[in-house]
């Protein structure tokens, strides 16, 4: 019975005019418990019914960080990791409210940043991984956060990322691409001087520059600005610019020759 209430209100929620009345009923704060629910079905409508009662709504969003939801969230996300449908809703959520400071809060006091980095890695199609970085470039604002980002491995999966796109003109993948790239730079840099380089390797990945290119800045990036070194060689980093060295001295591409030289050196001195 209540599976199917939640369903009804959650097709009820679709209608612009109906959001009204559904929040003067307080429906958000009677259907939130039901997010602590074992059945799928369960969540998945209640999850539904409250995602579009608070869509565009900040301060029924804020509430619902204030009253817990976070928490709800994380562990469906963490316990049905493999429900796409159940994992679609909850990162639209998570989407909507990951640029509250109160819920970065929350998330840093969770394992949210595991299982956002699986995710990434499971994404089989452009918008679950438009989602997915959309979030994370929101979480990369908090800098515990940002730490429990790079402990999970999330530059591992955007190397994988980068690499598997390498080449490709779609506008797509250029758009995951300077996601990638943007994602990489906001949790490595930090203070005026470096936003400041964010600035200009946004620029530098924008469509009117090749992937390849922007393949060449991220590991600069990361092998520059934060020591890692060693792990972008584990990583095969190398092995990536010697190739893109390769496929652009006949081209005569002098600007990403430079980057992967630039690379390439930063990789040398330590």
């Known amino acids: 019975c209540a599976v199917k209430a939640a369903q009804v209100l959650s097709e ?3 209608n612009e005019e109906m959001k009204k009345p559904c929040i003067e009923a307080d429906l958000v704060l009677t259907l939130l418990p039901l997010l602590e629910s074992t059945d799928q079905e369960m969540l998945l409508h209640a999850g ?8 565009d709504n900040r301060d029924l969003q804020e509430e619902l960080v204030k009253v817990g939801v976070i ?25 909507n409210l ?4 109160t819920a970065k809060e929350a998330l840093s006091k969770t394992k949210v940043a595991e299982q956002l980095v699986k995710q990434l890695r499971r994404a089989e199609n452009h918008e679950r991984l ?33 690499l598997r796109l390498q080449g490709s003109s779609q506008a797509e993948d250029t758009c995951i691409v300077k996601a990638a790239s943007d994602l990489i730079v906001s949790l490595l840099l930090g203070g005026k001087k ?6 200009q390797i946004q620029k530098e990945t924008t469509s009117k520059i090749p992937l390849s290119r922007g393949v060449a800045i991220c590991p600069i990036a990361l092998i520059s600005l934060n ?25 005569g591409d002098i600007s990403v020759q430079h980057a992967a030289l630039s690379a390439l050196r930063n990789l040398a001195i330590p």
């Open 130 to 162: 438009e989602i997915v970085f959309e979030i994370l470039q929101a979480l990369a604002e908090n800098d515990a956060l940002k730490v429990q980002l790079v402990e999970a491995g999330v530059q591992e999966v955007l190397s994988e990322i980068l």
């Open 194 to 199: 470096n936003r400041m380089l964010t600035v």
């Open 48 to 55: 539904r019914a409250i995602g579009r009662i608070c869509y």
């Open 227 to 251: 020591g890692n070194c060693v792990r972008m060689v584990q990583l095969g980093v190398i092995h990536q610019l010697l190739d893109l060295l390769e496929k652009h001295v006949e081209s």
């Open 71 to 95: 928490t709800s969230l994380v562990r469906i996300l963490t316990d049905y990791a493999e429900s796409e449908p159940l994992v679609h809703v909850d990162l639209l959520a998570l989407c």
């Open 98 to 101: 990951a640029d509250f400071d």
């Open 12 to 14: 009820i929620a679709k």
